[in-house]
Each structure stands twice: as C-alpha cells, then as structure tokens.
C-alpha cells in the first residue's frame, strides 16, 4: 500500500503539493504558491523576502501540517511555475532535504533565493529528463520528459517496493514545440506496459472536449497581430508569461521582422530569461535589450518617448493586471504615455480567479480610455485537454487516477472522463480536498 496526501492544489488551482509515503518513508510533489492569495495579500507578481506563517495563514503556500508525521526525504519540482516552485523559499527549509528538478527549473529557484536573499539549507539536485534518482534504499525517481508552457517540464515517476506511481501535473502532448523537445511518448508507453500503480493528474481543462493546440499555433496568431494589423507609427506592447521562453523567443522573432527595437522590461522577465540563459537554453540578451529594476524601467522608457516609441516592441510584465506590474503603471500613466490607437497584445488568458479577473478588469478599463487598441487571448495554454487526457489515460493505463490542479468542477470532469474509460469512482478514482489522503 502507498499514501498519497492531496496538501494543495486541490480546491483550487494552484499552491500545488502531494506527498507520497510509501512504508516510512515520503516524498513531496512540488510546493507551490497559490498566486490569487499571494498577489492580493502581497502585490506583488514575483517572490518577495516575507514571513511563511503569515503566508499560510492566507492560503498562499500550502498547508504543511498534514505532513507533521510524515518522514519526508525528498522535494520533487516537476517545472518552474510558481504555483508549483514559488512557496520552495518559503517551506523548504522545514523539511531539510534535498530538491529534485531540471536544470531550468534550479535556475529559477536559484534565482528567486538570490533575488531576495533568502537562505535555505536544501541541497538543489539537478536531474535532466530521461534520467534517474535514488532517493532512499526504497524510493528512485525518474523524470520523463513533457511539454508546458516553461521549459524542462517534467512527469515523474517514483518507483517503489510496491509500484510506480506517476505525477503528472502541467502537461500537453505537444508535438511540435517551439523551443525543446517533444512528449517522450515512448517511455509512457512503456509504463503502462510495465504498470502504474497510481497517476496524478492535471484537470485543468479536462471538461474542455478538444485537443490543446501545439505552440506553433499561438506563434501564427501571434504573427497574424504582429504582422498583419498596421502599427506603423503606433507603440506596440506585448505581455505574456514571463517564463513562456518558447512564446518569448516567437515575439523575438516576428518583431525582428518588424524592423523594431525589442526591449523587455520587467523584474520577472529578466529572471526567467537570465535562468535560461545560464544553462545555454535561449541567448536572448543578444537579440533584445532586458531592463529588469523599476527606476530603470521608468528611466528607460522616458528615453523610449524622446526617440519615438513607434519603433520600439515593448515585452513587458503584467499579463494578469498585477497592480505592481510593469504595464499596470504604464496605463497609469505614471511613467509612460500611450496615444490614441497604440497596440497592447495579451498573449495569454486571464487566470480564473476573482483577483485576476478584477485585476486585469481594471487595467483592460485603463488602457481603453486611454484610446489604446487591445488584442485578447493571443493564446493556447500549456494545459491538456480532455482529449489529450484520454490518449494520455490509454497510453500509461495507471491502476488508480487522482485527479489533481483544480477545484471540484474541474477535478469532477477528470473522473467522469475516467468512468467512460472504465474507472470506478468507489474502487479506482479517488476526487480528494486539500487535507486529504488516500490509501491505495
């Protein structure tokens, strides 16, 4: 028998975490902020140096003490979002024990730490795709490679005494990437030859019956913005998610085209882009100018006005509306002056929680009586589907699916696509809360 404790991520999207135990022994799935709770009571978009408890205490980093009993060896980071690293600064150093992740992924939370001067005494192990890890006489992980919406996501597998378990949360079968390599399609076929015992399961769109769309798609509709609307003599500004390096590095290469300057600006852009510069990922720093500190960007795009913002393409932080963000001041006009019919692309979607939406209802209302020309959703998510899920379902076979990243509803349609596949909900698929466990 194995446990699996759903600690977060489970009534809602974000602040992931699932623990493990197998005998007396456990490992940690991520540990992640939920960035709805987290920007309300910090408003902030990025991880700043601020008491743990307090943020426990608000719904900002998972609840812990579930696992007081549990004798944690390992913390395994499947990729470098924030809802599933961010609360790493926060949390790891009540657990002492080494981090398992990709090589991105230790960029960003070295990054993150040095950023803030935060200090945490966990040893950060670097494991490629494809790879293995022995954490205990009992316990081995293995990363297999996957597609997200950041680079060097990984499904892990931990192999145990009583049978492999896969955590697979953030995924889409992507089969043309812009930046990395495809889904290791092989090796889950061979899983579900060797049997899983167990998968956890992102639910995300899992009542969405399609297939999530490659990347290829969102960098033609983004071509379609950028080169197919007339902008002559308009400022074009773009904001995306700062770790989508695949959709960066598309803006990079249609806004060459546009015979523009490109300039990021923003605390988070600079730290993803520098992350994945460090292990020989992407070399933007070449092609675009990044400004990172906030008296610099103001200072920067002041000079961007005297030259004429016209032959500029601006990659900025505030996708969501962040109050604090880069694109928030701008439409405050604090420091920058948008003119009538000026281009904003949003290439992204606005995050399902009630303080995104409000945010970015704020910022949208802004940029509008501003007189500025907006283009929405500019987008396809880094999320599977349910038709990905299906495929996904046949090709790893797990004896037990919990369904994880998501509250009820999404959760719910996880479990109803598999009981059309022939999972029972009273014996083999098991929709568990935050706080709750499950023995199979």
Not at 328 to 341: Q, V
């Amino acid at each position: 028998m194995v446990k699996i404790y759903a600690v977060g991520g489970y009534d809602e999207v974000g602040k992931n975490c699932t623990a493990l135990e197998v005998g007396n022994e456990a490992v940690l799935f991520d540990l992640g902020i939920h960035l709805d709770s987290y920007i309300k009571y910090t408003e902030d978009e990025d991880i700043v140096n601020i008491n743990a408890n307090e943020l426990m205490k608000v719904g900002a980093v998972p609840d812990i003490s579930v696992l007081k009993d549990i004798n944690v060896k390992a913390i395994i980071v499947t990729h470098a979002h924030l809802d599933h690293c961010g609360a790493i600064p926060y949390l790891a150093n009540k657990f002492g024990v080494p981090i398992i992740c990709s090589p991105y992924t230790a960029e960003v939370i070295k990054a993150i730490l040095r950023d803030e001067e935060i200090k945490i005494n966990n040893k950060i192990i670097v494991l490629n795709a494809g790879s293995s890890y022995r954490i205990s006489k009992d316990i081995k992980v293995e990363f297999v490679n996957m597609t997200h919406s950041t680079p060097q996501t990984v499904m892990a597998v931990v192999h145990t005494k009583n049978g492999k378990v896969l955590y697979a949360n953030d995924f889409k079968f992507d089969r043309f990437p812009v930046l990395g390599k495809k889904p290791d399609f092989k090796r889950m076929k061979e899983l579900g030859k060797e049997g899983v015992l167990a998968a956890i399961v992102d639910s995300t769109y899992s009542s969405s019956e399609s297939k999530m769309p490659s990347e290829s798609v969102a960098k033609q509709m983004l071509k379609d913005v950028l080169l197919g609307v007339d902008s002559v003599g308009k400022a074009v500004i773009v904001t995306t998610f700062a770790s989508h390096l695949a959709r960066l590095k598309s803006i990079i290469e249609i806004g060459k085209k546009l015979n523009r300057k490109i300039v990021f600006l923003g605390r988070s852009l600079a730290k993803y882009v520098e992350a994945g510069e460090n292990i020989g990922l992407v070399n933007f720093s070449k092609e675009v100018e990044i400004v990172k500190y906030g008296s610099k960007i103001k200072k920067r795009l002041k000079k961007i006005e005297e030259k004429g913002s016209e032959k500029y393409l601006l990659v900025v932080t505030g996708h969501q509306g962040e109050p604090k963000s880069t694109l928030s001041k701008m439409a405050n006009s604090d420091i920058f002056k948008f003119r009538k019919e000026d281009h904003v692309i949003f290439s992204c979607r606005v995050i399902p929680t009630p303080t995104n939406e409000e945010n970015r209802r704020v910022l949208e209302r802004d940029l509008k009586d501003l007189g500025v020309r907006i283009f929405k959703d500019i987008h396809v998510s880094g999320h599977c589907a349910k038709e990905d899920l299906r495929d996904f379902i046949h090709l790893v076979k797990p004896k037990h699916l919990v369904p994880a990243h998501g509250g009820i509803e999404m959760r719910s349609a996880l479990q109803e696509l598999a009981v059309e596949m022939g999972y029972n909900p009273k014996k083999n698929v098991h929709l568990l809360g935050n706080g709750e466990k499950v023995e199979v």
